[in-house]
């Protein structure tokens, strides 16, 4: 008698041990699905092109988030400073009406590593880039130029960096 109670206390025992690692198995199964799903999510694929550079800072636009409208240009603006390892993405909006555009947000990334160091929201001032002679709206000026004049060419791959590239 005092036998049996003991098998049956011991499967007992074995049975929870198993429904816990089951629960802990599924737990833990569910988080990794979570931050896979997060992480897919979170990076998408970029297709750089180059458009210019000044003073040791290239310029290229992920040719994927382009969008023309009529009065209206939005893109992905990266500037690489290989001095520095470090490489920003600006999402850009154009006012063409207006002759001006506008940093809505700023990623930025370990050059090297292409891991994400910080990130914000925060939209930029409003800067013109018409009759510019020098600098950075300079250069914005040959982006848009670009982005208006851009067309997905499978067989056209010049200027193309980073077919491809995973990021945050």
Same mark, same amino acid.
């Given at each position: 008698m005092i036998t049996n109670n003991m098998i049956n206390c011991f499967k007992g025992a074995v049975a929870t041990v198993a429904m816990a690692f089951l629960l802990m198995g599924s737990i833990f199964g569910a988080a990794e699905l979570l931050s896979t799903t997060s992480t897919a999510e979170a990076t998408h694929r970029v297709d750089r092109h180059f458009v210019d550079s000044l003073d040791g800072t290239g310029y290229y636009v992920d040719v994927n988030t382009i969008n023309v409208w009529d009065n209206e240009v939005t893109a992905d603006v990266y500037m690489v400073k290989a001095l520095y390892n470090s490489m920003y993405c600006y999402g850009v909006v154009y006012n063409l009406e207006n002759q001006s555009y506008q940093y809505t947000y700023t990623k930025i990334y370990q050059y090297d590593t292409r891991?994400?160091? %910080?990130? %914000?929201?925060?939209?930029?001032?409003?800067?013109?880039?018409s009759n510019a002679a020098i600098g950075n709206n300079m250069i914005m000026e040959e982006v848009l130029r670009f982005c208006q004049n851009y067309r997905p060419d499978p067989n056209n791959i010049m200027n193309n960096t980073d077919v491809g590239e995973l990021l945050d």
């Open positions: 891991k994400l160091t %910080s990130y %914000s929201e925060v939209p930029s001032l409003v800067y013109g880039y």
